[in-house]
């Protein structure tokens, strides 16, 4: 028999950022649960809102299967005694599994009984565990509650448990389980009666509870639309994934209230309002027609009624509050040029230890000409011009109070200065990507600045964490000044946008700069490490395309003196890692290596060759002449050594007796290892 299980439990309002996670381990640990005690299901639905978690499991097995099994016991030796009777441990084991003596048999040894194990009730396994999984959910700021020493994240004040139309008998801290439950605080329908749980979802919404996150977030959408198409208005919710989810995750019963604020408010940059709307408030920005920013919002009440004035008048005072400190920061700042606000960085620290962002800068602008120097660039002015202001409008009130907007507000403010475009909008973009795996820099000027910053940034670290402060270099749970993504970023650009530049150079001349600047004396490991901790993001970037052993085999292949040489191979290595012929190559190259360890010359005398095969292989690898310059037609032709480097192994001894004769043959294999070590190293593949 199946039947649908639900469990509910009522809080207080939940921190939005705990619920999406809590989402997912309540889904994991049901789905444990029922696999550990073999209880067969169709389903599990999670649903949560701020005041509530729910968990719906459909057709569920009442109870788990009997099962018939044979049980061992004690050896025999043991379980009888010398006139063959049942010792104490012979009967503890017949009285342990509910068996009769007469029942117990001998086989290989030991005493066995066969056993009916009859299964529990799924109520049992729900009611001896739900509240365990309840506790274990974890999330940051967990508290205690009340006289309780039990910690949630707020506290519980209902719990809803139903076994089909049957309550379970659960209890979670102090709540026993019911079938009652709360609609929405303002519904008139506050006390709600779950008949059965395949019913739950209805039931809320008798109580203005919208209880799905899927179905809230296409009302949010589609009311917003709507109220947007009403005042002949547009709502764009590109790049607004994650208002969304806070939208939904701070609702049960959203409702669209149109807001809106002074048009001279309008004057300010675009993206500080919309900051100040989407980051700061929850607000939807809403755009005319001609995508202009209008001066109206959407705000989602969660609330039930019609009465909407109060909550207009809320949200408009507060919006005009903030945008009033907006408009004031930005004529403060527009009163001296951008350039004008580069002295400021003199007062502003980079990092403890290494200047000011002042100093940065002039790091910056000159590792910029060094890399446009290598890429051959011969008009520096708008890079140089471009690192010079970069850092600029970290002076500025507007980044001060909305540091998000970094770069951005730079931006503006040189367009406003009348500063080259492709200036201003390398100011902006220096700072991509700003996530992993989000947009890079488009033009030359950004591109070549964002990695100029970022390896500052970089090798800054590294240095400041010389010695005894090494445990502060990025792990995986520690990332300062957001070392790793700006690794990645600087990968992603120089791969992506194919840009032809030597990272290694790069880095070394990075280090150079702030060692000479702050009289540092760099350790000899240092650019050891940075290759090595670029590599490692490497390995991360390509984890699903390239396997960890092909990235390690390409490493002596100076992965960051050529990136994109280095993806194209590692490319083709990982086309062939099924390839049977491949196979062959890579177990005869891993055996010549480690016969020629350190074995290192080459001058093979063919007046000690005394077999065949010796011969056959030396002219083989002579008319092997493939050149390395396209790795998958050289890795092709070293099909035609696989036959006599067979024959070799199967008829020659390399270490032979005669001293001269196991040298030349050492020579020999070091030639054809030649041949390989163009390929890769295959000790690590």
């Given at each position: 028999m199946k039947k649908d299980f639900l469990l509910e439990v009522l809080v207080q309002e939940l921190p939005y950022k705990f619920i999406p996670g809590a989402i997912a381990q309540l889904k994991s640990s049901f789905t444990n649960l029922f696999k550990e005690n073999a209880l067969a299901y169709d389903d599990i639905k999670v649903y949560a809102t701020p005041r509530r978690l729910a968990v719906l499991v459909s057709n569920l097995a009442v109870e788990q299967e009997t099962v018939e099994k044979d049980v061992k016991g004690p050896i025999l030796n043991i379980a009888r005694d010398e006139n063959g009777k049942y010792t104490p441990a012979g009967l503890g084991f017949a009285k342990k599994n509910n068996v009769e003596e007469s029942a117990l048999y001998e086989k290989d040894n030991y005493i066995w009984a066969h056993i009916l194990v009859k299964g529990k009730t799924a109520s049992e396994i729900l009611a001896d565990n739900i509240e365990t999984l309840i506790l274990k959910l974890q999330g940051s700021h967990f508290m205690r509650w009340g006289s309780h020493s039990e910690k949630f994240s707020r506290p519980i004040e209902n719990v809803v448990a139903l076994l089909g139309h049957e309550v379970v008998n659960l209890k979670i801290i102090d709540k026993k389980a019911t079938n009652k439950t709360q609609g929405h605080r303002y519904s008139k329908n506050r006390e709600l009666v779950i008949d059965e749980p395949k019913n739950y979802l209805e039931t809320l919404k008798k109580g203005n509870v919208i209880a799905s996150q899927e179905e809230r977030r296409e009302l949010i959408i589609s009311s917003a639309k709507k109220c947007a198409q009403e005042n002949n208005l547009e709502i764009h919710f590109d790049n607004m994934e994650e208002l969304l989810e806070e939208v939904t995750f701070i609702t049960e019963y959203p409702v669209a209230v149109l807001c809106n604020f002074d048009k001279k408010y309008l004057a300010i940059p675009s993206i500080v309002t919309t900051t100040v709307m989407t980051s700061h408030q929850r607000y939807f920005p809403l755009w005319d027609k001609e995508g202009r920013l209008s001066n109206y919002f959407i705000t989602m009440a969660n609330y039930v009624g019609d009465e909407f004035q109060n909550i207009q008048r809320g949200n408009q005072r507060v919006i005009a509050a903030r945008l009033e400190d907006g408009i004031f920061f930005y004529e403060e700042d527009t009163k001296t040029k951008l350039i004008d606000k580069l002295?400021?960085?003199?007062?502003?620290?980079?990092?403890?230890?290494?200047?000011?962002?002042?100093?940065?800068?002039?790091?910056?602008?000159?590792?910029?000409?060094?890399?446009?120097?290598?890429?051959?660039?011969?008009?520096?002015?708008?890079?140089?011009?471009?690192?010079?202001?970069?850092?600029?409008?970290?002076?500025?009130?507007?980044?001060?109070?909305?540091?998000?907007?970094?770069?951005?507000?730079?931006?503006?403010?040189?367009?406003?200065?009348?500063?080259?475009?492709?200036?201003?909008?390398?100011?902006?973009?220096?700072?991509?990507?700003?996530?992993?795996?989000?947009?890079?820099?488009?033009?030359?000027?950004?591109?070549?600045?964002?990695?100029?910053?970022?390896?500052?940034?970089?090798?800054?670290?590294?240095?400041?964490?010389?010695?005894?402060?090494?445990?502060?270099?990025?792990?995986?749970?520690?990332?300062?000044?957001?070392?790793?993504?700006?690794?990645?970023?600087?990968?992603?650009?120089?791969?992506?946008?194919?840009?032809?530049?030597?990272?290694?150079?790069?880095?070394?001349?990075?280090?150079?700069?702030?060692?000479?600047?702050?009289?540092?004396?760099?350790?000899?490991?240092?650019?050891?490490?940075?290759?090595?901790?670029?590599?490692?993001?490497?390995?991360?970037?390509?984890?699903?395309?390239?396997?960890?052993?092909?990235?390690?085999?390409?490493?002596?292949?100076?992965?960051?003196?050529?990136?994109?040489?280095?993806?194209?191979?590692?490319?083709?290595?990982?086309?062939?890692?099924?390839?049977?012929?491949?196979?062959?190559?890579?177990?005869?190259?891993?055996?010549?290596?480690?016969?020629?360890?350190?074995?290192?010359?080459?001058?093979?005398?063919?007046?000690?060759?005394?077999?065949?095969?010796?011969?056959?292989?030396?002219?083989?690898?002579?008319?092997?002449?493939?050149?390395?310059?396209?790795?998958?037609?050289?890795?092709?032709s070293l099909n035609s050594l696989i036959e006599p480097i067979s024959n070799f192994f199967d008829k020659v001894l390399v270490m032979d007796k005669d001293e001269l004769v196991k040298n030349n043959r050492l020579m020999l294999l070091n030639n054809l290892a030649d041949k390989f070590r163009v390929i890769c190293d295959f000790e690590k593949l």
């Amino acid at each position: 028999m199946k039947k649908d299980f639900l469990l509910e439990v009522l809080v207080q309002e939940l921190p939005y950022k705990f619920i999406p996670g809590a989402i997912a381990q309540l889904k994991s640990s049901f789905t444990n649960l029922f696999k550990e005690n073999a209880l067969a299901y169709d389903d599990i639905k999670v649903y949560a809102t701020p005041r509530r978690l729910a968990v719906l499991v459909s057709n569920l097995a009442v109870e788990q299967e009997t099962v018939e099994k044979d049980v061992k016991g004690p050896i025999l030796n043991i379980a009888r005694d010398e006139n063959g009777k049942y010792t104490p441990a012979g009967l503890g084991f017949a009285k342990k599994n509910n068996v009769e003596e007469s029942a117990l048999y001998e086989k290989d040894n030991y005493i066995w009984a066969h056993i009916l194990v009859k299964g529990k009730t799924a109520s049992e396994i729900l009611a001896d565990n739900i509240e365990t999984l309840i506790l274990k959910l974890q999330g940051s700021h967990f508290m205690r509650w009340g006289s309780h020493s039990e910690k949630f994240s707020r506290p519980i004040e209902n719990v809803v448990a139903l076994l089909g139309h049957e309550v379970v008998n659960l209890k979670i801290i102090d709540k026993k389980a019911t079938n009652k439950t709360q609609g929405h605080r303002y519904s008139k329908n506050r006390e709600l009666v779950i008949d059965e749980p395949k019913n739950y979802l209805e039931t809320l919404k008798k109580g203005n509870v919208i209880a799905s996150q899927e179905e809230r977030r296409e009302l949010i959408i589609s009311s917003a639309k709507k109220c947007a198409q009403e005042n002949n208005l547009e709502i764009h919710f590109d790049n607004m994934e994650e208002l969304l989810e806070e939208v939904t995750f701070i609702t049960e019963y959203p409702v669209a209230v149109l807001c809106n604020f002074d048009k001279k408010y309008l004057a300010i940059p675009s993206i500080v309002t919309t900051t100040v709307m989407t980051s700061h408030q929850r607000y939807f920005p809403l755009w005319d027609k001609e995508g202009r920013l209008s001066n109206y919002f959407i705000t989602m009440a969660n609330y039930v009624g019609d009465e909407f004035q109060n909550i207009q008048r809320g949200n408009q005072r507060v919006i005009a509050a903030r945008l009033e400190d907006g408009i004031f920061f930005y004529e403060e700042d527009t009163k001296t040029k951008l350039i004008d606000k580069l002295d400021n960085l003199k007062g502003m620290t980079f990092q403890k230890g290494l200047g000011t962002l002042f100093d940065k800068t002039q790091r910056m602008i000159k590792l910029s000409d060094f890399i446009a120097d290598s890429l051959k660039i011969q008009d520096k002015k708008d890079i140089i011009r471009t690192a010079t202001l970069s850092k600029c409008d970290l002076s500025t009130k507007l980044v001060f109070e909305f540091t998000e907007l970094q770069g951005f507000i730079g931006e503006n403010y040189a367009s406003l200065d009348k500063e080259n475009s492709k200036v201003s909008k390398g100011i902006c973009e220096h700072y991509f990507p700003l996530a992993s795996n989000s947009e890079l820099p488009s033009e030359t000027e950004g591109q070549i600045v964002s990695i100029a910053d970022k390896t500052d940034t970089i090798c800054a670290l590294f240095i400041s964490t010389q010695k005894e402060n090494k445990k502060k270099r990025p792990t995986g749970s520690n990332d300062p000044l957001g070392a790793r993504r700006s690794a990645i970023g600087i990968l992603r650009t120089i791969i992506e946008k194919n840009l032809n530049i030597n990272l290694e150079n790069i880095m070394k001349y990075s280090l150079s700069l702030l060692s000479e600047e702050f009289s540092i004396e760099l350790e000899d490991t240092i650019q050891e490490e940075l290759n090595d901790f670029f590599i490692q993001r490497l390995l991360f970037m390509y984890e699903k395309e390239f396997s960890s052993n092909v990235v390690n085999s390409l490493a002596k292949f100076n992965a960051l003196r050529d990136l994109n040489a280095f993806i194209d191979r590692a490319k083709t290595l990982q086309k062939y890692q099924n390839d049977s012929n491949f196979e062959k190559i890579k177990e005869n190259a891993t055996r010549v290596v480690r016969i020629l360890k350190d074995f290192s010359d080459k001058n093979v005398d063919e007046k000690l060759f005394n077999t065949s095969e010796e011969k056959a292989l030396y002219e083989a690898i002579k008319a092997h002449n493939a050149k390395a310059d396209n790795l998958d037609e050289y890795i092709k032709s070293l099909n035609s050594l696989i036959e006599p480097i067979s024959n070799f192994f199967d008829k020659v001894l390399v270490m032979d007796k005669d001293e001269l004769v196991k040298n030349n043959r050492l020579m020999l294999l070091n030639n054809l290892a030649d041949k390989f070590r163009v390929i890769c190293d295959f000790e690590k593949l």
